[in-house]
């Protein structure tokens, strides 16, 4: 019988397993090394990690959990059933396991548009966040995609890293004062449908319209929409927010009892930094739970 089931291994997974493997807690790690930022050349905002390359930050994090005696293997997770006091999980390996309480901290997969280009691109020059990436295109001609008042919001936020900013709703209209506010603050729309995204080796250099010029560009940011990477907190019952992550409480707990669900998945700011900080939140609360449990009153 494991403490604790952690579903992924990446900064929240990893920060709440050391934190859970220094409480003397019984835990395994199931990862596929699959995370969201892996095509990502650097992680950045996160104190004296700067730049350091998303696999390299992990590795650094599971090489620390062998001392507190975490166990970490290279296996999803199929499938839980609560059974009253604790989780009966099945792996994709076909074993199944045992543990009081499960914290789910898979992230989430962009949902990138099936454009001829766009995905060769992703994680080179196109980026879903500008905290995360607009430094390093600070002053380039800049693309803004999607559609509504996501890519409104996205493109006048870009204002801070580029004065050259344009919107690409590829195809959408943009309601009338979306358009008049854009107007205001020197942002041009391209509302044509777009044919392809042409680059070098990944490096954007133009958008291709279905008619019109071509709009040269160096980099694009876009906001098109993202889901869990993984479905099971959602079989479990977790109810989602209206952004589609697993709405969760101020110590990652969820709506369902012993399930915790932390980073990106989860209702806060999707920063590796904050999946971290959210990974120890939830490893504290458990622990708490753990105790409360063992401890006669």
Same mark, same amino acid.
């Given at each position: 019988m494991l403490d604790v089931l952690v579903v992924g291994g990446g900064p929240a997974g990893l920060s709440a397993a050391l934190m859970l493997g220094r409480c003397r807690r019984q835990v395994l790690v199931c990862d596929l090394a699959?995370?969201?930022?892996?095509?990502? *050349? @650097?992680? *950045?905002g996160y104190? /004296?990690? $700067?730049? +350091?390359? &998303?696999?390299?930050?992990?590795?650094?994090g599971r090489r620390e959990l &062998?001392? =507190? @005696?975490?166990? #970490?293997?290279?296996?999803g997770v /199929?499938?839980?059933?609560?059974?009253? $006091?604790? =989780?009966?999980?099945?792996?994709?390996?076909?074993?199944?396991?045992?543990? %009081? =309480?499960?914290? +789910?901290?898979?992230? #989430?997969i962009d949902d990138l548009p099936a454009i001829p280009g766009f995905g060769e691109c992703y994680g080179t020059s196109i980026f879903h966040c500008p905290y995360c990436d607009g430094w390093e295109q600070r002053d380039r001609p800049l693309a803004a995609f999607g559609h509504g008042t996501h890519v409104t919001g996205l493109a006048l936020g870009l204002k801070t890293w580029s004065a050259d900013v344009v919107v690409c709703?590829?195809?959408?209209?943009?309601?009338? *004062?979306?358009?008049?506010?854009?107007?205001?603050?020197?942002?041009? +729309? %391209?509302?044509?449908?777009i044919a392809r995204l042409e680059h070098a080796d990944g490096v954007l250099t133009s958008v291709l319209f279905t008619?019109?010029?071509?709009?040269? !560009?160096?980099?694009?940011?876009?906001? /098109?929409?993202?889901? &869990?990477?993984?479905?099971?907190?959602?079989?479990?019952?977790?109810?989602?927010?209206?952004?589609?992550? #697993?709405? /969760?409480?101020?110590?990652?707990?969820?709506?369902?009892? !012993?399930?915790?669900?932390?980073? $990106?998945?989860? !209702?806060?700011?999707?920063?590796? #930094?904050?999946?971290?900080?959210?990974?120890?939140k939830a490893a504290v609360a458990i622990n708490k739970a753990l105790q409360a449990e063992a401890i006669a009153r």
């Open positions: 699959e995370p969201r930022n892996r095509r990502s *050349h @650097g992680l *950045h104190l /004296t990690r $700067d730049g +350091i390359a &998303p696999q390299a930050f992990n590795d650094l &062998p001392a =507190y @005696g975490v166990e #970490v293997r290279c296996v /199929t499938g839980a059933q609560l059974l009253d $006091d604790h =989780y009966r999980v099945a792996l994709g390996d076909g074993s199944l396991g045992d543990a %009081r =309480y499960l914290l +789910i901290a898979t992230g #989430v709703t590829h195809g959408s209209r943009l309601a009338r *004062h979306f358009r008049e506010r854009l107007s205001r603050n020197g942002i041009a +729309i %391209r509302t044509e449908p008619s019109g010029d071509p709009l040269p !560009r160096d980099a694009m940011f876009f906001s /098109t929409g993202q889901r &869990p990477q993984s479905d099971l907190a959602t079989k479990l019952g977790c109810t989602l927010t209206r952004r589609g992550t #697993v709405n /969760t409480g101020t110590l990652c707990d969820t709506n369902v009892p !012993r399930l915790f669900v932390a980073g $990106d998945a989860s !209702r806060d700011a999707q920063f590796v #930094v904050v999946a971290a900080a959210e990974g120890v």
